[in-house]
């Protein structure tokens, strides 16, 4: 879903006015697919005389589901005050069941039947100034939808981009108006045209995009809006004729990215560049994601002598993006990398050995008295007890190794380039005797250690399930003799 969000914004940012249509019914259509539903749709508001209205303005369906766009026109959007109330609120209205709406959506649940909609989950396009303009929309027709969390979550990216598209698409507009404007009355009279001239540069100046235009030859910066100086944190005489300034503010992963770019611009074969994504380094020092327009202005021989960059700031999206991923590999208590994420990496070394040669270990670890903490303590003590036993592995174990938290008190270690099986033990015992949590106060406390198991690979076992069930066994074991030992003593 991060890969269709990512195509979308490339999309969005490219499109001409001519081509808005295009984008956006395309985006619906990816996204109605790929969350297979029957219909999405995005619903815009105008106002008519004092009055707001709703029309659907773009719609995608599926195979064999009929089209509401053309009856669906000019909505009056105080019939639905609820829906308006969460919508100027940001909040999302989600219908899993339209048949269980209560009597006071009575007017909603029979427009929503009358489509044959059995589910809907609808969302405010709400623009960076904090402007509603909109709606986007999901609806299931064959059978009632549930929607998980992280999904919701994606939507309310997504809703926010088309909100962010619409909003650039307006303002752009707008631009090429104030052009064409500008273009007829330079042959009025001089006096209409420096008054044109000075409503374009408080567009610039109060745009919510940052703005600059910079030498192409020498890369010095010409001039930076007032968003673009607050968002890196210089003032314009800090940044303008300093040869050296690109190199400050580049971020080093961007570096050969912004060379590529610029080798382009200067070639003269490109009218414009969109959806170039750049990294910056601000004054104090914070990372800056920008998706940049970029446009190349040529002197009369047809020579490149300066490009204008607008450029809208990206880098919540791409940090939620990188969280979401995060998320998705890494267990949330501990930061340890997660069952999923750990039996892909046990899979990928088993095959890199199969095809070299050599061994590894798969060890498993579960903590002693883990139990007890929980019930003398409570489970947030045993929740420290957990990322205490998380860092005591990682810093215990090799650079080259991967430690994991499979759930519960039960970690697993892959211990890479093994030589020998002693070579294994002498790295799990060194782990073991990292491994010691007290627990507690001087009147009651608790002493946490753990028991481990480990399977060598191919020695022990040859496929991934059977060295962990085999390294699982083993640790059982150890756990058992060690409660017979302390019994005995």
């Not at 150890?478 to 302390?486: A, G, N, T």
Request: glycine share 6%; aromatic share 8%.
């Amino acid at each position: 879903m991060c890969c269709l969000l990512n195509a979308l914004l490339s999309d969005l940012a490219g499109m001409t006015e001519n081509e808005v249509g295009n984008a956006v019914e395309k985006g619906l259509k990816m996204f109605g697919e790929f969350l297979d539903v029957e219909r999405s749709y995005i619903f815009l508001f105008h106002e008519e005389d004092g009055e707001f209205f709703m029309s659907n303005t773009y719609e995608w369906c599926s195979p064999g589901v009929s089209s509401e766009k053309a009856r669906l026109q000019s909505i009056r959007c105080d019939m639905f005050p609820s829906v308006m109330t969460s919508f100027r609120s940001g909040e999302m209205v989600n219908i899993p069941r339209v048949c269980d709406l209560s009597e006071k959506s009575d007017l909603l649940r029979t427009l929503l039947k009358a489509q044959g909609i059995r589910s809907a989950l609808m969302m405010p396009l709400i623009t960076a100034c904090g402007a509603l303009s909109g709606f986007l929309g999901f609806d299931a027709v064959h059978e009632e939808r549930v929607w998980e969390e992280n999904v919701l979550s994606m939507l309310r990216l997504l809703s926010r981009i088309f909100a962010g598209a619409f909003e650039r698409w307006e303002r752009i507009a707008k631009l090429r108006e104030l052009n064409q404007s500008l273009e007829r009355r330079i042959a009025e009279s001089t006096a209409e045209l420096r008054s044109a001239y000075e409503r374009y540069d408080r567009l610039i100046y109060h745009a919510q995009e940052v703005i600059a235009k910079v030498n192409a030859l020498t890369l010095e910066i010409e001039f930076v809006n007032p968003v673009g100086l607050e968002k890196l944190g210089y003032a314009l005489n800090e940044l303008i004729c300093d040869p050296t300034v690109s190199e400050r503010l580049i971020h080093p992963d961007s570096m050969e990215h912004m060379r590529e770019i610029v080798r382009k611009i200067r070639s003269g074969r490109y009218e414009r560049l969109s959806g170039v994504v750049l990294s910056w380094v601000a004054k104090n020092g914070e990372r800056l994601d920008w998706e940049h327009t970029i446009i190349p202005l040529k002197d009369r021989a047809g020579k490149v002598t300066a490009f204008e960059s607008i450029a809208r700031d990206i880098t919540e999206q791409l940090r939620m993006g990188r969280m979401l991923r995060y998320r998705a590999t890494h267990d949330s208590l501990t930061d340890l990398l997660n069952r999923q994420s750990f039996e892909e990496c046990m899979s990928a070394l088993l095959k890199r050995v199969r095809r070299t040669g050599g061994m590894f270990a798969v060890a498993m670890i579960d903590l002693d008295n883990f139990k007890t903490v929980n019930d003398m303590f409570g489970h947030a003590a045993g929740d420290d007890v957990l990322r205490k036993a998380a860092r005591l592995l990682l810093i215990s174990v090799r650079e080259s190794d991967v430690v994991a938290r499979f759930g519960g008190d039960e970690f697993v270690v892959l211990f890479e380039s093994i030589s020998s099986r002693r070579d294994a033990e002498l790295l799990l015992q060194r782990v073991l005797d990292a491994l010691i949590i007290k627990c507690g106060d001087s009147e009651r406390s608790i002493r946490v250690t753990g028991s481990a198991g480990y399977a060598l690979f191919p020695a022990d076992a040859s496929g991934c399930d059977e060295l962990l069930r085999y390294a699982d066994k083993a640790m059982y074991t150890q756990k058992m003799l060690r409660k017979s030992s302390s019994v005995s003593s």
